[in-house]
């Protein structure tokens, strides 16, 4: 599966519901999360993949061999913290680029796994980072999007430099200021 990249117009559009317990999500999912591992990514979203449906897949256990990641069929943030956190993200979809977003720093969501059950989650640090990094890619929200004004100038700025020298999905370094 190829990674989409910005500025492909497939990563502004706001994602479809899945079916709940849907059969077809499984391999979605499963190729999902290849494409994540491959790419040294700790998260996916369906959309970066050219899949217009609200499945994300999350791993952010970086440090573990094993490979187990999450799946959220129709994820949604049903509560967060006030508190918030300024941090430098990347994303598959926006090569050679970290953008500093503001996001709380604890969030809690509701989910279907692929079985179709209901679920929660509660998370904090990178994790919950992610969760909300991915679930903005369902509403059409890239790095862009999310950050604030002055950043998203010096964002963009940056990501015109970071395609010119040739900057690939994983890669989050390649800015020049
Ligand atoms: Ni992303």
Redesign the pocket.
Known sequence: MDIVVAPNPILRQVCEPCEVGDKGLKKLAKEMAKAMYANNGVGL?AP?VGVLKRLIVVDCDVESEKKNPIVLVNPEIVEQSEESSIEGEG???CPGISVPIERSLWVKVSFYDLDGNACTVEADGLWARCFQ??ID?LDGK?LFESAGPVDRLQALQDYETALASGAKPGETDVRVR
Request: aromatic residues 0%; proline residues 0%; glycine residues 0%.
């Open positions: 979203a970066q994303c598959l979809s990094h991915e890619h890239t």
